[in-house]
DNA sequence: GTCTATATTAAGATAGAC
DNA sequence: GTCTATCTTAATATAGAC
């Protein structure tokens, strides 16, 4: 698991103090993924919070440290689904349940996935550091796992890294540049149940063993 | 063609002013591609072109029209790839070289990617326009024949849109996300060699008809 | 066309009363 | 803990000499 630093300004975490930073985490969420971290403004999460800026600044130290607390509390999140993918299960279906619940998560949190990539577009600066611990060590685990599938003939033959980037940036497609995907659909809602199916079926596609490559 | 305003300052575009804009353009990818147009100042981009801010507005009316002129310049060049496609050409092999020519792209142009994906992320408010109406037809245009080769049993059948999604997430990720896959990888530069290769077969896998759906 | 100096504003952060 | 008022800095943009 993910170790956070939770250093929050106040001693004691009251209740009271939870829920104004829960609510102050859930305004910058909207901003900052809306505008990423420079193009957003201390006002403006102070107004969808609705609280006064010098009373933000009572809960965090900093704009950055609002940021910074944000990504490391929805990184587990953002890691579950991968973490999910049994080595013991039926291997294709492993594969192709988790391009769903990647699809899924790109569905249900729009937010949390353009704030990652903004951070990553920038390089990381945030996150560097436990995304190359943490991260790595998950996808270098699970790559061996879908290489082990690939060579007992379970699955066609694939790089797995690769097969993994693949499906991160398939399925974050449609979070991140969903003003694109409806500009070109001409549709106000993207139909993501078009989506979860194109995905599967071409994930599927991409991994059942051709009758050549069955032993 | 899409259609570019350029409405620079000088009235007259002379050879020395047409440099200059062009070396400040250069810089402003730089800047706008590594830190967004919020993140971006006018002194980076100033002392990247070798030029003072004054001078700087001298040619460009504002931060913004430095944006967006470089946003529309890099649009043609952006959707050239797509164009390319050919309707009477082999259908794989024409998927796949779209699919190569792309991965080239993010190789060999990674600055312009991020450009557009920034621009994207935050909902496209410059070229929204030149979108809905350009990328749009265009798309649609090549789904058509998408369709049309999958009727006649040449491709796989295929959601043509989605597909296109995919094509653009999967090749574009290694220059917009390159941060992530080289920490992930472990590897300080991107051997796009493996990334075009597990494209390339893994679409060619998506397309190939498979022999149940051949007639 | 280019420069130095400067005006202007926006935004992060703090002081201090309550 | 919360507020009003304010400090400070950074950044866009302009004035005006050369």
Redesign the pocket.
């Known amino acids: 698991m993910t170790e956070i630093a939770v250093k929050l300004r ?1 001693r ?1 975490q ?1 209740r ?2 939870m829920e ?1 930073t829960g609510k102050i985490l859930e305004a910058a969420l909207y901003v900052f993924s809306n505008s990423g971290f420079r193009g ?4 403006q999460i102070a107004e969808r919070a609705e ?5 933000l ?3 965090f ?4 440290a609002i940021h910074r607390e944000l990504l490391t509390r929805l990184l587990d999140k953002w890691l579950e689904p991968l973490r999910a993918m049994d080595p013991d299960g039926d291997p294709v279906e492993e594969i192709v349940s988790y391009v769903k619940r990647k699809i899924e998560m790109a569905r249900d949190f729009p937010r949390e996935s353009r704030l990652f990539a903004n951070e990553i577009m920038q390089g990381a600066p945030v996150i560097h550091a436990v995304l190359a611990r943490d991260l790595k060590a998950l996808v270098d685990e699970k790559a061996k796992v879908i290489t082990a599938w690939a060579e007992e003939g379970r699955i066609a033959s694939v790089n797995p890294h690769h097969l993994i980037f693949s499906i991160w940036a398939t399925t974050q497609h449609y979070a991140d540049f969903s003003a694109q995907v409806r500009l070109v659909l001409g549709t106000d809602n993207i139909a993501f149940e078009d989506a979860a199916e194109h995905l599967d079926r071409t994930f599927r596609r991409i991994l059942t063993p051709s009758f050549a490559e069955k032993r």
Do not use: M
């Not at 957003?40 to 006002?43: E, G, P, R, V």
């Not at 130290?61 to 950055?64: G, M, Q, R, T, V």
């Open positions: 106040p004691k009251t009271i103090s104004k957003a403004t201390l006002d609280i006064s800026k010098p009373n600044l009572y809960y130290d900093s704009k950055e």
